[in-house]
């Protein structure tokens, strides 16, 4: 598994408010439930996002997007 650096993907004030609480080793966050980001990618497009916007919003491939909204 690789491992990324908080302040890469957070931002800085999320992190530091996490170190209040733990700090000094690994931390596992599950994934985001597959049911729940699926309604919200039906939602957007439902919206009019446009498939690419989704895709970058929800860290997809576009194809993965598509497969999903059919």
């Known amino acids: 598994m690789k491992h990324t650096n908080a302040y890469d ?7 530091e408010e996490i ?6 080793g690994y931390l596992y966050i599950p994934k985001r439930d597959k049911k729940e980001r699926n309604a919200e990618i039906c939602a957007l497009y439902e ?18 997007v598509r497969q999903i909204l059919k």
């Open 9 to 15: 993907v957070f931002p800085k004030e999320l992190v």
């Open 47 to 64: 919206r009019g996002v446009p498939v690419k916007e989704i895709a970058e919003k929800v860290g997809l491939t576009e194809r993965r």
């Open 19 to 24: 170190k209040q609480y733990y700090s000094g």
